[in-house]
């Protein structure tokens, strides 16, 4: 799966933004897709994730209630809605898709460690005090 995601920029504290992920093709049952993110001198950590066996969703604590993730109807294109925005919200945020037999909440809170299959080339957020 080819993943390029866009929607990243500059936002000052308390903003929104809508990052969106186009895949190459249908994103079946058989792949989860998530949003991961990357600060200089960090590791990547998920931040959202959706689909799998059992379609559902899932959202790290730093994160839940503040953005929401979403795919269109024809499943080809995965959105993260993120409002309320903060400092340590800056970040590359990277699309990925992982083929698994998982639902997307077991898979991103058990198993986000291994990471997906395949990933987007990254958007970056920056977010201003």
């Known amino acids: 799966v080819q993943l390029v995601e866009s929607g990243g920029g500059l936002v000052q504290t308390g903003g929104s933004l809508r990052l969106s992920c186009s895949a190459s093709g249908f994103i079946s049952r058989d792949y989860v897709v998530g949003w991961y993110r990357q600060a200089p001198g960090q590791e990547r950590e998920v931040v959202s994730c959706?689909?799998?066996?059992?379609?559902?969703?899932y959202y790290a604590d730093s994160v839940k209630d503040r953005f929401t993730m979403s795919t269109d109807n024809a499943e080809t294109m995965v959105y993260l809605q993120m409002r309320d925005l903060r400092p340590e919200d800056t970040a590359t945020y990277y699309c990925?898709?992982?083929?698994?037999?998982?639902?997307?909440?077991?898979?991103?809170?058990?198993?986000?460690?291994?990471?997906?299959?395949?990933w987007g080339k990254g958007t970056l957020v920056t977010v201003s005090s």
């Open positions: 959706i689909g799998g066996s059992d379609r559902t969703t």
């Open positions: 990925g898709a992982k083929r698994t037999l998982y639902g997307a909440r077991y898979y991103c809170s058990k198993l986000s460690a291994y990471g997906m299959d395949d």
